[in-house]
Antibody, heavy 116, light 111 residues
């Protein structure tokens, strides 16, 4: 059974850092790109970052460029999002998604709250 | 980059049909999109991929009452025989080489 399990969310002060993880199972992880999408409270979906199956290609939304870093460990079938210099507007549920052109399967999400 | 425009809400009675529209911006009318459903308090769920020809491919387990169609820059999601569990937000999505965009979402209410 395909599963994506995010973890690492929590409460952090402005300017702080967090690393999100997304553990994948049930499919050949290296064959698929992966994507992070976030959803602020009461708002719509916002694309954050994406990475190719090999990890060689990485893409970022302008809102997080220079602050967030996407990576993956294919030996562990795990996707990461390192988030630095966090701001209040980064508060959201963060979802990872298996990507095949479109977003084909979503994780359950992890909540990141940035507040003093 | 493409922009996707959705109406904010739609409603219909149980057993009837509702059609949700997603419009691609000028110059992007041939783009493939995907539809996603987000029930209250849950993660989004992939419903289908929809091409500009109107051809669509649904995700695993998506009921037959969900279908897609296209006309020019418009992409449609039709829910037939509306059920209470179909009350949700519906988002369209498209992508380019190095970016991905979502429509603002359409809240479907079952009256």
């Amino acid at each position: 059974e395909l599963q994506l399990l995010e973890s690492g969310g929590g409460l952090v002060q402005p300017g702080g850092s967090l690393r999100l993880s997304c553990a994948a199972s049930g499919f050949t992880f290296t064959s698929y790109g992966m994507t992070w999408v976030r959803q602020a409270p009461g708002k719509g979906l916002e694309w954050v970052s994406a990475i190719s199956g090999s990890g060689a290609n990485k893409y970022y939304a302008d809102s997080v460029k220079g602050r967030f870093t996407i990576s993956r460990d294919n030996s562990k079938s795990t996707l990461y999002l390192q988030m630095n210099s966090l701001r209040a507007e980064d508060t959201a549920v963060y979802y990872c998604a298996k990507t095949y052109g479109h977003l084909e399967y979503w994780g359950q999400g992890t909540l990141v709250s940035v507040s003093s | 980059q493409p922009v996707l425009t959705q109406s904010s809400s739609a409603s219909a009675s149980p057993g009837s049909s509702v059609k949700v529209t997603c419009t691609l911006s000028t110059g992007h009318s041939n783009y493939i999109i995907a539809w996603h459903q987000q029930q209250p308090g849950k993660a989004p769920r992939y419903l289908m991929k929809l091409e500009n020809s109107g051809s669509y491919n649904k995700g695993s387990g998506v009921p037959d009452r969900f279908s897609g169609s296209s006309s020019g820059a418009d992409r449609y999601l039709t829910i037939s025989n509306l059920q209470s569990e179909d009350e949700a937000d519906y988002y369209c999505e498209t992508w380019d080489t190095n970016t991905r965009v979502f429509g603002g979402g359409t809240k479907v209410t079952v009256l």
